[in-house]
């Protein structure tokens, strides 16, 4: 009976400290909005944040917009749930910088303005590839908020205590989700709408602190649970996680053989290489990270903010091993599955598990969650903050003041077009997030890669590197890419079909494979090159003109 008692005082508590932390941290991260909206006078402000930050600023804001909810909770989940074939999301979003660095961040800061879509019309006619940019960047930036929003709902049934069969305040579990990815949802749509690029960036700042200490505490705690020992922390997470030993090889989930079966044990082949191909060139499509090398002075400092990036991702990764083997050693997947089906808990069950074991008892434990729960909070609104502002502002400056004004608009006129486009994009994400909440959040994220990489990224490297292309091979490549991607997502198993699917009683599914990118990123450099090759349309001094412009920054904004 005491301990029943115990343990209620405990959730309690982590409930009060829970909420308490997420509401500092969303006051002071209002806080900031609002001096930052004081300090938005411009467009430039708006959706550069003024060109002021440096090389150290932006790299933290780049890894705070980076590493998302798929980072902290579902690769964890992913780790925590498969091994050795979670870590693989870890390798392939690291990868992935190095693409960004070598072919994209200079060249695009010297070339643009405050869109991907400048890049790409610089020597194009305007209207029908701004039309197509501010498409793509729409649809990928909605893939991507599905899964920050699934990973907060999931977030909150746990920290308040909702299990399948209990209520909070009235509301069972699957109401209390969708509560909350309606709130997180609003709060996104107010750091845009009020603060622009320089409120979103701070946030984006402090949440990145605020992540590396969570998980750094997380995985100091671990090791330290385990001797320091690395091999007797896999020892543990293997013996924990119902599967042994094949936890730490691959097979749990990607490229699984079936015995007897030729043809499932190909297309699960098959699905690993299309996810490690959208996984590695995801990145350099990704419209809310492309908009970042905009807000820095000059191109060198655009560098530099990539490798302050890179030394952040990469160092946040490695500790994702040790949460994710860490949660299948102290929780494991028995208890994570119990919680939530894809795993999306596992880091802050983890967290839960830690406190009781350092810091004494269900209050301990109550701690220790509330605070990692406020950092994976901080997390999924900063991210879903820098994804809502590309995408309203390729929706005002893309299609609004160049196709549809002409490029006649005024700087009012556009910004106040970017904030409704924030309401009406924020609106969409949260129906549709609804819709998704069974789905792991890594692997969502993934699915917005092969998006990303299928349309943005022919269109963006043909642009700066053929001399040959022109206004048809970059409406072809991205609306090209972008279908057969979006096409192939429909009719996957990850719509419908399975047990996991986010419409699990029904069945269209006719493409084998979860991720498309396999299929659908050559599709899109074949579509860019059949554009070009049929038009006769061709202009070599433009070319020449943004070739001098990439590579010295001359003319550059």
């Not at 793509?136 to 899964?147: D, G, K, N």
């Not at 599709?523 to 070599?540: A, N, Q």
Request: charged share 10%; proline share 2%.
């Amino acid at each position: 009976m005491n301990t029943v008692l115990a343990a209620e005082a405990g959730s309690t508590t982590a409930r009060n400290l829970t909420i308490t932390l997420f509401l500092v941290f969303v006051a002071v991260t209002l806080a900031i909005t609002i001096w930052a909206s004081r300090q938005t006078k411009t467009a430039t402000d708006f959706y550069a944040g003024g060109r002021s930050f440096s090389g150290f600023q932006n790299g933290m804001a780049i890894g705070g917009d980076y590493m998302s909810a798929a980072s902290f909770l579902g690769i964890a989940g992913m780790i925590a749930l498969y091994g050795y074939d979670g870590f693989l999301y870890s390798i392939g979003f690291l990868v992935a910088w190095l693409v960004a660095l070598l072919l994209v961040a200079e060249l695009l800061r010297n070339s643009g303005r405050y869109t991907m879509a400048d890049v790409l019309a610089f020597r194009m006619r305007q209207r029908p590839v701004r039309t197509a940019a501010a498409v793509s960047t729409i649809t990928v930036s909605i893939f991507y908020l599905l899964a920050q929003m699934v990973g907060a709902g999931a977030l909150v049934a746990l920290l308040l205590g909702i299990k399948p069969g209990t209520t909070f305040l009235g509301m069972d579990a699957d109401t209390a989700k969708v509560a909350t990815i309606i709130m997180v949802g609003a709060l996104m749509i107010v750091y845009v709408t009020v603060g622009g690029m320089k409120g979103t960036t701070y946030v984006q700042i402090v949440k990145a602190f605020l992540l590396m200490g969570g998980a750094t505490i997380m995985t100091v705690l671990v090791l330290a649970k385990y001797n320091f020992n690395l091999s007797e922390l896999l020892g543990a997470a293997a013996a924990s996680s119902g599967k042994g030993d094949a936890l730490l090889g691959p097979g749990l989930r990607y490229g699984v053989e079936v015995a007897g079966d030729a043809t499932q044990t190909f297309y699960n082949k098959m699905d690993l290489l299309s996810l490690g191909i959208a996984l590695v060139l995801g990145t350099a499509g990704l419209p809310h990270i492309l908009i970042r090398f905009y807000t820095v002075p000059t191109a060198k400092t655009a560098r530099k903010s990539v490798l302050w990036a890179i030394g952040i991702i990469g160092t946040f990764y490695l500790l994702t091993l040790a949460l994710g083997f860490g949660a299948a050693a102290l929780v494991g997947s028995e208890a994570i599955t119990a919680q939530d089906k894809a795993g999306n808990t596992a880091a802050p069950q983890l967290a839960e598990a830690l406190g009781i074991e350092f810091l004494g008892g269900d209050l301990g434990g109550a701690t220790l969650l509330a605070v990692i729960a406020a950092v994976a909070f901080a997390t999924i609104l900063a991210v879903v903050a820098g994804l809502t502002l590309a995408s309203s502002s390729s929706l005002a400056h893309d299609f609004y003041a160049n196709v549809i004004k002409d490029g006649k608009a005024s700087e009012r006129q556009e910004v106040r077009v970017a904030r409704v486009s924030a309401l009406v994009i924020g609106a969409i994400s949260i129906v549709l997030s609804i819709y998704a909440q069974n789905l792991n959040v890594a692997f969502l994220v993934a699915l917005a890669f092969a998006v990303a990489a299928s349309g943005n990224l022919p269109a963006i490297l043909y642009s700066l590197f053929w001399r040959r292309f022109n206004t048809s091979g970059a409406v072809w490549a991205i609306y090209g890419g972008l279908l057969s991607a979006v096409l192939l997502v429909f009719f996957s198993p990850v719509v419908s079909g399975a047990s996991t699917s986010m419409f699990p009683e029904h069945d269209w599914q006719w493409f084998p494979l979860s991720n498309p990118g396999i299929l659908s990123i050559p599709f899109g450099f074949l579509c860019g090159w059949i554009g070009t090759v049929i038009s006769k349309e061709h202009d070599e001094e433009k070319y020449a003109e943004l070739e001098v412009r990439s590579v010295t920054g001359a003319g550059a904004h």
